[in-house]
Nanobody, 122 residues
Framework: QVQLVESGGGLVQPGGSLRLSCVTS????????NGWFRQAPGKEREFVVA????????RYLDSVKGRFTISRENTKNTVYLQMNSLKPENTAVYYC???????????????WGQGTQVTVSS
C-alpha cells in the first residue's frame, strides 16, 4: 500500500504563488509516475500534471502550462507542484497520485492522497 500526504495549500490572492508538496511512502519511489489532480466545487476531478520516475517526462493540462511546474526529489520521496500566477479558477482541492509505472500518460492512478485545499481569492 502506498500512502501520499499533501501539504502546502492555503489562501492566496490572484497572481500569487503556492508550492504544494506530496510525501509518499512508495518503497521504490523512483519507479512510479506521480501526478497532481484537482477537483473544484461542483465539478469532476481533472488531471493537472504528471512526472515520470526519472523526471525527464512531464505532461501538463494546457491551461496551466507556463504557470505550474512539477518536480520531484527522489532522495526525499517528495513531489512538488509550484503554482505561479494563480487565478480564481484554480481554486480546488489538489490531490497527489501515484501509478506503478515509470511513465504513464493515462488518468487512472492507483494511489491517492487526501488532498489539500487551494483557494485563490482577493
Amino acid at each position: 500500500q502506498v500512502q501520499l500526504v499533501e501539504s502546502g495549500g492555503g489562501l492566496v490572492q490572484p497572481g500569487g504563488s503556492l508550492r504544494l508538496s506530496c510525501v509518499t511512502s512508495q518503497r521504490t519511489f523512483s519507479t512510479y509516475t506521480n501526478g497532481w489532480f484537482r477537483q473544484a466545487p461542483g465539478k469532476e476531478r481533472e488531471f493537472v500534471v504528471a512526472i515520470s520516475w526519472s523526471g525527464d517526462n512531464t505532461r501538463y493540462l494546457d491551461s496551466v502550462k507556463g504557470r505550474f511546474t512539477i518536480s520531484r526529489e527522489n532522495t526525499k520521496n517528495t513531489v512538488y507542484l509550484q503554482m505561479n500566477s494563480l487565478k480564481p479558477e484554480n481554486t480546488a482541492v489538489y490531490y497527489c497520485a501515484a501509478k506503478g509505472l515509470t511513465w504513464y500518460t493515462g488518468d487512472r492512478y492507483d494511489y491517492w492522497g487526501q488532498g489539500t485545499q487551494v483557494t485563490v481569492s482577493s
